[in-house]
């Protein structure tokens, strides 16, 4: 939530690697953008309501190319609202100190209102309506001549969520940056520092990076980073290798994001998988879990917690751990639990679903968690986020950047790894070696069955046109597709604006059938599922109110074609698949709805990849 990027070198001009770093976060809040670059003569500052090409407009406007030499030093932010309108004057940077002290941030200041009550009552004049500007104007008050000092002292009387970065035209060359509960990571270049909420914005210049810890706070020069915490005492972070390439956050000829990444899901979950199945024992290594068998036959409980997808990742992985594992498994909202005083303990096995890893909810219920002495792990993509770390223990996704805010790959490789996860529980309980050696078997032929979908794309395109403009869309599943149905409904609401309700087909008839018309089309999730017999019969409960029927179904599946109105084929899985099939089909059909519709596919209105604030 809201992107930062610091650029400081010897010799090349900040304000190109500081928009390029923008563009690259740019899916982490997209309603303003601005940098503020520092010379010899002072601090300047851009901004500009709207994306990143809009600043870039002002810039190429306000600041002639033959002028940005001067600036070797910046800081640049772009900004998801949280407090006051996504207005110019509430875009970052902010500035205190007559303009002299620049500052960008990346979360919550819980107290701002009496920390801006008592800088009032000093006479301090405040230029916009966010937490982030009583943050510049606490370091510019402290500042008695030495930088990194005052932004301690203002740090520490701060309260709730930090990723910041500023820089002061008292201190020439300094940029001071610190964290608390939002990302911050550093690329160590040969000449050049960049400072990034994340390594996409870092890795076209090095892929040296520290990644700093909450508490952190560090004042970095083109010569170096020293690191210390807010006490003043010097911390040692070590320079790790990031492992993947700017390649991987290209589009690399597709018009989307989300397409790119739907489209590397064959790959992703390949990599998911490799090396983390073992046939000859019919279970699964997953070493990042560090838990003994003893200590896995030891749980008495699963509770999985996340948000959005990573939710309804997790509600699928109730019907896994349960079916092979034979373990109560409850799926929970991460704000839900985390503020319903959880009964969990010992006995209980937390795992905590997050694509970035960062997402404030999920990270507040591992803290409760682990609070509450719970065994509990992290399920998480990216590789050193705050929820992986401070989870101490869990499975990384392996699925490679994931830039567009609809999620997509994310989903698929979290079913893989909640599968591979739940096999592994099983067989240390009463999961048979046949039926282990089945499911290793199902899960090696994940990455075909989805290329199979995907060479099924005209088709899906083509029922998408015909739906295209559909106001309403219901999509229902029951049991393992149940929350299948619910991801569907997401990624259209997100990506296309429809209105879209998930509902478990039983429930349909309980009183949301009162919608159903010729013009609210049903998306049914017909694959091979226990139970599809029940669902073919609500959907001739849906067609007898006129309301047309997309089936998601299994390829030759004559009675479900048969039943709906237009079938889309998915090939023939386990039970235990059917969702990671389903959902593909499902994120290509919401992918060609938005298309078609005009929407932004990438950067939905209103929307964030990251949910940093609770
Ligand atoms: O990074 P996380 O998986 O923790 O994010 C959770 C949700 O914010 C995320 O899945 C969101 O719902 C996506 N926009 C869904 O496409």
């Known amino acids: 939530m809201c992107g930062i990027v610091g650029f400081t070198s010897l010799d090349t001009p900040a304000v190109g690697p500081l928009v390029n770093g923008l563009r690259r976060l740019e899916y982490r809040g997209y309603d303003s953008a601005g940098v503020a670059l520092e010379s010899a003569d002072g601090i300047r500052v851009f901004k500009q309501t709207g994306r990143v090409a809009e600043l870039d407009k002002l810039l190429a406007k306000e600041l002639p190319n033959d002028e940005r030499g001067k600036y070797t030093i910046g800081i640049a932010h772009t900004r998801w609202a949280t407090h006051g309108l996504p207005t ?46 009583v943050l510049a104007h606490l370091i510019a008050i402290f500042d008695k001549g030495d930088f990194l000092s005052a932004a301690s002292e203002a740090l520490k009387r701060v309260e709730g969520t930090y990723g910041m970065a500023a820089i002061s035209a008292r201190h020439p060359g300094e940029m001071i940056v610190a964290r608390k509960g939002s990302p911050l990571v550093i690329g160590v270049g040969e000449k050049d520092i960049v400072v990034a909420s994340d390594v996409s914005a870092i890795v076209a210049y090095t892929r040296q990076v520290i990644y700093l810890k909450d508490g952190d706070i560090a004042c970095i020069t083109p010569e170096g980073v020293e690191i210390h915490s807010l006490d003043n005492a010097p911390v040692t972070r070590e320079v790790q290798e990031v492992d993947w390439d700017i390649g991987a956050i290209e589009k690399g000829g597709y018009e989307h994001f989300m397409l790119k990444e739907i489209y590397e899901q064959p790959e992703a979950l390949a990599n998911t998988i490799r090396g983390r199945l073992d046939p000859s024992g019919a279970t699964a290594f997953l070493s990042g879990l560090s838990l003994t068998p003893r200590e896995l036959a030891a749980v008495r409980r699963v509770v999985i917690v996340g948000c959005g997808t990573s939710l309804h990742a997790g509600m699928v992985g109730k019907y896994l751990f349960e079916k092979l594992a034979d373990l109560p498994t409850s799926p929970e909202q991460a704000a839900e639990f985390r503020y319903s005083n959880p009964i969990v303990g ?51 996704l392996h699925a490679g950047p994931e830039i567009s805010v609809a999620s997509t790959k994310a989903f698929t490789a979290q079913v893989t790894a909640l599968l591979m996860t739940a096999l592994k529980l099983g067989r240390t309980r009463r999961l048979s070696f046949e ?37 309403d869309m219901f999509f229902i599943g029951r049991g393992i597709l149940y929350p299948a149905a619910l991801e569907g409904a997401l990624k259209i609401k997100e990506v296309a604006y429809v209105h879209a309700e998930g509902y478990q087909a039983a429930e349909l008839k309980h009183g949301p059938i009162a919608l159903l018309s010729e013009k609210t089309p049903v998306v049914a999730l017909l694959a091979d599922i226990p139970g599809k017999e029940k669902t073919l019969g609500n959907v001739q409960e849906c067609r007898a109110r006129n309301a047309p029927v997309i089936g998601i179904a299994t390829k030759g599946d004559d009675v479900a074609a048969a039943a709906v109105t237009d079938a889309l084929a998915i090939p023939k899985t386990s039970p235990e698949i059917a969702p990671i099939a389903s959902v593909v089909a499902l994120q290509l059909f919401a992918y060609h709805v938005a298309r078609l519709r005009g929407c932004e596919i990438d950067q939905p209105r209103n929307l964030a990849k990251s949910v940093t604030v609770e």
């Open 435 to 471: 039926d282990g050696a089945r499911l290793v078997g199902e899960i090696e032929k994940i990455p075909d069955v989805v290329r199979e979908i995907l060479a099924g794309n005209d088709a899906i395109a083509k029922v998408a046109e015909k739906y295209a403009s559909a106001g």
């Open 346 to 396: 010992p006995d209980d096995w937390v795992i905590a679903m997050s694509q970035s890893g960062e997402t404030a909810d999920t990270l507040a219920a591992v803290r409760e968690s682990i609070r509450k002495g719970a065994l509990v792990s992290g399920l998480c993509n990216v590789v050193g986020s705050t929820i992986a770390r401070e989870a101490g223990r869990g499975v990384y």
């Open 88 to 133: 110019q004057a509430n875009a970052h940077p902010h500035t205190a100190d007559g303009g002299r002290l620049a500052i960008v941030h990346n979360g919550i200041i819980e107290n701002y209102a009496s920390l801006r009550a008592g800088l009032e009552k000093r006479g301090v004049k405040f230029a916009s309506q966010t937490d982030t500007e």
